[in-house]
């Protein structure tokens, strides 16, 4: 081999190598960066001999799309888990109508009803919407001991 083809064989190493970093930062641009433009930015730092994909390497957005992708549909799956949650039966996990007063399944005290016209009300209601009539607390009622409990006076 004279000096020359050992010199066309280097060149030739080197170029390949060059140009596979180049392609590893484009399509590692394209699994972590949304913005076409930012990605095109990526690939002119990726052609720069060598250096360019190290000083990709630093300043790349540190996960995958897929990744981010994957986590905001399990943080949205989250919420339409805990948005559905007053739709089931506490009890017996079956699906029951947000006007249910009890689970038809079983008979799980779902919600109070207004005592004048018999709406189902919202927890939080101080007064029935429906007829005005003020809506007692649920735990309104004083609680007495058993009397097992009240023998040590
Ligand atoms: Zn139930
Ligand atoms: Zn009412």
Excluded at 55 to 70: N, T
Excluded at 81 to 88: A, E, K, P
Aim: hydrophobic share 45%; glycine share 2%.
């Amino acid at each position: 081999m004279s000096a020359r083809t050992i010199v066309a064989v280097i060149a030739a190493v080197a170029a390949v190598f060059w140009l596979a970093s180049a392609f590893w930062t484009y399509k590692d641009a394209r699994r972590r960066i949304d913005d076409p433009w930012l990605i095109s930015l990526a690939v002119a730092l990726g052609l720069v001999p060598y250096v360019g994909p190290l000083v990709y390497m630093l300043f790349r957005p540190p996960e995958y799309l897929e990744d981010v992708r994957e986590r905001e549909l399990e943080i949205k799956a989250m919420e339409d888990r805990l948005s559905r949650r007053d739709l089931v039966c506490p009890v017996c996990r079956a699906e029951v109508d947000s006007r249910f007063l009890v689970c038809p399944i079983c008979t799980t005290k779902l919600r109070q009803s207004c005592v004048n016209c018999r709406a189902p009300l919202e927890a939080l209601w101080q007064v029935c919407p429906y007829c005005e009539t003020p809506i007692e607390a649920p735990g309104s009622t004083v609680y007495s001991p058993p009397p097992w409990q009240s023998s040590g006076h």
